[in-house]
């Protein structure tokens, strides 16, 4: 069964905070991905990861970085979190041969 | 880049009755269309998918077809049941393996 854990449920933070989302598979996947979840938009891919270190924006990048540094983990950064980064943030992994995505519980970060 | 359009936005059926969703996708080389569940509180997961060479698939009481001439691809539930209440996503995958989702169905199953 594939796991696919983040680091916190919920998190709160201060505008202008450096903030860190981790993401952590265990099946051995190329590929993660992260996206923001808000209601009426759906899923916005903001960064995907084929890789390690390689990473390729999604749709909406901008305020957002990424790291993977190891094959089961990808991790979101937010520079200098804003108070429009509040959100549900969700982080999946899905193999190259089978394309389902396989996705984390998510972490509802509030910036405030 | 690929755009997916949803429709409709929100859904009530009664117990039993069934329901469609629509989408329609952008890019022509789209090849593989997902559809997931998300329940309320939890994490999207996949019910069903269809790749570019075929018309329709069908799992017990779920199907989806997909018209690749006119871009367009639907889920089908039939005899629909409370536990089929939740948030429902198409997608589309391009030439890369990224994902443009829709905004989502909410569907009501009323007993």
């Known amino acids: 069964d594939v796991k696919v854990t983040q680091s916190s449920r919920y998190l709160v933070k201060r505008t202008g905070e450096k903030v860190f989302l981790e993401c952590v598979q265990d099946?051995?996947?190329?590929?993660m991905f992260w996206y923001r979840q808000d209601p009426g938009l759906g899923l916005r891919l903001i960064y995907f990861?084929?890789?390690?270190?390689?990473?390729e924006k999604g749709d909406i990048p901008e305020g957002y970085s990424v790291s993977r540094e190891k094959k089961e983990r990808f991790s979101l950064i937010l520079e200098s979190a804003s108070t429009n980064q509040t959100s549900m943030y969700l982080c999946?992994?899905?193999?190259?041969?089978?394309?389902?995505?396989?996705f984390g519980p998510g972490t509802r970060l509030t910036v405030t | 880049g690929e755009n997916v359009e949803q429709h409709p936005s929100t859904l009530s059926v009664q117990e039993g009755d069934s329901a469609v969703i629509k989408c329609t996708y952008s890019?022509?080389?789209?090849?593989?269309f997902p559809w997931y569940k998300q329940e309320l509180g939890k994490r999207p997961q996949l019910i069903i998918d269809?790749?570019?060479?075929?018309g329709e698939k069908k799992d017990q009481r779920i199907a989806v077809t997909l018209n690749k001439t006119a871009k367009h691809f639907s889920l089908h539930i039939t005899e629909t049941q409370p536990e089929d209440s939740a948030v429902y996503f198409c997608?589309?995958?391009?030439?890369?393996?990224?994902?443009?989702f829709g905004k989502g169905t909410l569907l009501t199953v009323n007993p």
């Open positions: 099946m051995d996947h190329e590929n």
């Open positions: 269809i790749r570019s060479n075929v």
């Open positions: 997608a589309a995958k391009g030439s890369n393996y990224k994902l443009t």
């Open positions: 990861s084929y890789d390690v270190k390689m990473k």
């Open positions: 890019d022509s080389a789209s090849n593989y």
């Open positions: 999946a992994s899905m193999t190259g041969l089978v394309y389902e995505q396989y």
